[in-house]
């Protein structure tokens, strides 16, 4: 199972990195994301990466999100910078070693301050 790291309390226009391990048995080959979910709201898309490197964001977060994974280690990384209270939420790791089959971490708790 993925085990997500980093979350905490930051202020606005702050920064932060989540990290999110997993064995290499899951990651090889795969794509990893990361997803949030904010309270009362469904849980959303934020970054994707394939295995081959290609990402996709969400529109909200372009330009100030980053993610990215270091196969050596079975990790990816979110790095958040220029942080909003509307990015305040739990945000999930989901690595899927094939086409529908995947992965979740139970979640770190991300909270922008003002």
């Known amino acids: 199972q993925p085990v997500e790291s980093g979350g905490g309390l930051v202020q606005t226009g702050g920064s932060m990195r989540l990290s999110c391990a997993a064995p290499?048995?899951?990651?090889?080959?795969?794509?990893m994301a990361w997803h949030r979910q904010a309270p009362g709201n469904e849980r959303e898309l934020v970054a994707e990466?394939?295995?081959?490197?290609?990402?996709n964001y969400a529109d909200s977060v372009k330009g100030r999100f980053t993610i990215s994974r270091d196969s050596a280690k079975n990790t990816m990384y979110l790095q958040m910078n220029n942080l909003k209270s509307e990015d305040t939420a739990v945000y999930y790791c989901?690595?899927?070693?094939?086409?529908?089959?995947?992965?979740w971490g139970k979640g770190t708790l991300v909270t922008v301050s003002s």
């Open positions: 290499e048995t899951v990651v090889t080959g795969s794509t």
């Open positions: 989901r690595v899927e070693p094939f086409r529908g089959i995947f992965f």
């Open positions: 990466i394939t295995s081959d490197g290609t990402t």
